[in-house]
T-cell receptor, first 114, second 112 residues
């Protein structure tokens, strides 16, 4: 079985500051990794995903994440955040070649202040 | 990509009643997934719905409480039965395509 740990439930930052949202996972098999964003009163939108290959993946809205297999981490970063990045961010995993169901972390609430 | 329409978008229901949530996908998919997001919590998978077979429920979820229908490859329903305030959550329908999961806008359910 897989599990996902998002170490920070809330992250407040000032506009134009860099941010890192942390995600660690546990799995006995190879996984795919995802970051989703949920804006208030909206559904989930995919930010980026790691399937294979380069461990640094770039997503939408200037976000990127780095897969670290030895540390079983997939941290999300953005060099300069905007007010509009205020949202809930979820890290998720699914097994490679297995079920398509996702296991989510508890989420990190990013609040960007002016 | 996939476009998923979910209805209703929100509802307020009396305890003891049932609500059926509909999910329509813009193209055929093999599996459809139903998730629950309790207030301030993450998403938890309720069940996986395959067309032509019984849904597969995750630990802690049972068919009597959350019956699911999957009459064709583009449509599914989830019923929340005999509701209590603890069922107040957002319920989301999801499909997977090319390793990416797509989600409906969700149904925000409040049980009073």
């Amino acid at each position: 079985a897989q599990s996902v740990t998002q170490l920070d439930s809330q992250v407040p930052v000032f506009e134009e500051a860099p941010v890192e949202l942390r995600c660690n996972y546990s799995s006995s098999v190879s996984v795919y990794l995802f970051w989703y964003v949920q804006y208030p009163n909206q559904g989930l939108q995919l930010l980026l995903k790691y399937l294979s290959g380069s461990t640094l993946v770039k997503g939408i809205n200037g976000f990127e994440a780095e897969f670290n297999k030895s540390q079983t981490s997939f941290h999300l970063r953005k060099p300069s955040v905007h007010i509009s990045d205020t949202a809930e961010y979820f890290c998720a995993v699914r097994t490679q070649g297995g079920s398509e169901k996702l296991v989510f972390g508890k989420g990190t609430k990013l609040t960007v202040n002016p | 990509s996939a476009v998923i329409s979910q209805k209703p978008s929100r509802d307020i229901c009396q305890r003891g009643t049932s609500l059926t949530i509909q999910c329509q996908v813009d193209s055929q998919v093999t599996m459809m997934f139903w998730y629950r997001q309790q207030p301030g919590q993450s998403l938890t998978l309720i069940a996986t719905a395959n067309q032509g077979s019984e849904a597969t429920y995750e630990s802690g979820f049972v068919i009597d409480k959350f019956p699911i229908s999957r009459p064709n490859l583009t449509f599914s329903t989830l019923t929340v039965s005999n509701m209590s305030p603890e069922d107040s959550s957002i319920y989301l329908c999801s499909v997977s395509r090319n390793t990416e999961a797509f989600f409906g806008q969700g149904t925000r359910l409040t049980v009073v």
